[in-house]
């Protein structure tokens, strides 16, 4: 069964750093993407950073890019987000996600099977 653990959220100020882990268990994920959204109060979930698997590539949603970037630790089954310069509109809870590599877009939620319990980001100004 695929366990998936957020933790390192909080409360920072605008133009303040933050670092998200998510430690996954259950199977080997090598050949998986993993994942990170966020879902603001209000709005949809979103599609914030992804790494395609192991060796794989890295993609950022426009609105993150430049400011977080995503960290996969193969040998100890983590995925980071480093998010740094932040803003008021990144505020929400963060989610980490797996999926099958080869399985649809990395970009759509309902592509991924399993999501962690999330995490809170508050960013105030």
């Known amino acids: 069964q695929v366990q998936l653990v957020e933790s390192g959220g909080g409360l920072v100020q605008t133009g303040g750093s933050l670092r998200l882990s998510c430690a996954a268990s259950?199977?080997?994920?090598?050949?998986?993407?993993m994942a990170w959204f966020r879902q603001a109060p209000g709005k949809e979930r979103e599609f914030v950073a992804a790494?395609?698997?192991?060796?794989?590539?890295?993609y950022y949603a426009d609105s993150v890019k430049g400011r977080f970037t995503i960290f996969r630790d193969n040998a100890k089954n983590t995925v980071d987000l480093q998010m740094n310069s932040l803003k008021s509109e990144d505020t929400a809870v963060y989610y980490c996600?797996?999926?099958?590599?080869?399985?649809?877009?990395?970009?759509?939620?309902?592509?991924?099977?399993?999501w962690g319990q999330g995490t809170q980001v508050t960013v105030s100004s």
């Open positions: 259950g199977r080997t994920f090598s050949t998986y993407t």
């Open positions: 790494n395609t698997r192991s060796g794989g590539s890295t």
């Open positions: 996600a797996v999926k099958p590599y080869l399985r649809g877009s990395y970009r759509q939620g309902t592509m991924y099977d399993d």
